[in-house]
């Protein structure tokens, strides 16, 4: 009687697998509407809707370094039906910075597939009398903790760039966390702060209006979204890089024909050239990688960041 009931619920298991999707799919972006993650998700959400034959539902869930709504995500039934966009603020920074979180990112998640990544630039309001990388540390030092940053959260990584940014190059800079990209980028066109680090995605659009100019940028070699923009490596501190990473992840344990049906949905979105050429135009930088490597890059990257973040005494707001 016990092996016909294990069969019975392998078969509806199956058939539910094999039925996928059969209704709507939330994609949580755990950051506010209008954020560089969230012009990201919702062009992807797009794409894999067209693909999978239901509508793919952006749920913005705000808050606690992306915690909140990651785990949401992680809480939820692994069926499918509730995925996670999100950079590597989520899967490492976040981790990193608060060890006692509601999900662990090795053990909660899985990864669709990985998207791209989005390198993030130091940004300046019109104002500030500077225009290089070396002018802004000796603004900053010369106005010692008078001058603020802003970042898209505390724990992020628009924080540890921030962070990374005052201990190699002794700029005293107060930091000013947001709950998102956009507040922060409305602060900074306003004046209320003097910098941020922010992603191409979203600085962007406000580059080409002339509201930001953009001192440098945190990836080892220029974006090919800002080619004219130097980097902060090559500006004088040659091993500065922090680059946010962004991968589609749903909750641990998804039945391996849904796992298949949602990555075939991904790669076909990011290999349609009108979304690639959205997604480029929108400041990320393209490349499809397969799920498996989420598990390498957050092995890698985690105690690393644990290290630094123990080096440079950051802290949670």
Known sequence: MKRFAFLLAALVASASAAAFPDRPITLVVPYPPGGATDVIGRIVAKGMAQRLGQPVVVDNKAGAGTAIGATAVAQAAADGYA????????????????????????????????????PLVLLANPSVPAANVKEVVALAKA????????????????????????????????????????????????????????????????????????????SLQRSPSLPNVPTIAESGYPDFEMVPWIAVVAPRGLPQPVQKALSKALIDTLADPVIRDSLQKAGLDVAY????????????????????????KIQAD
């Open 289 to 312: 990688q397969p799920g498996s490597v989420y598990d390498t890059k957050v092995a890698r990257e985690l105690p690393q960041l644990r290290a630094y973040v123990h080096k440079a």
């Open 143 to 218: 106005r010692p903790a008078k001058l603020a940053y802003g970042s898209f959260g505390s724990g992020t990584t628009s924080h540890f760039a921030g962070e990374m940014f005052k201990l190699v190059s002794g700029a005293d800079l107060l930091h000013v966390p947001y709950k998102g990209s956009a507040p922060a980028m409305t602060d900074l066109i306003a004046g209320q702060v003097q910098f941020t680090f922010d992603t191409n995605v979203a600085a962007l659009p406000m580059l080409q209006a002339g509201r930001v100019k953009a001192i440098a940028v945190t």
């Open 83 to 118: 995925l996670l966009i999100s950079s590597n603020t989520t899967f490492t920074v976040t981790p990193a910075l608060r060890p006692k979180l509601a999900f662990d990112p090795q053990k909660s998640f899985e990864s669709i597939g990985l998207i791209g990544t989005s």
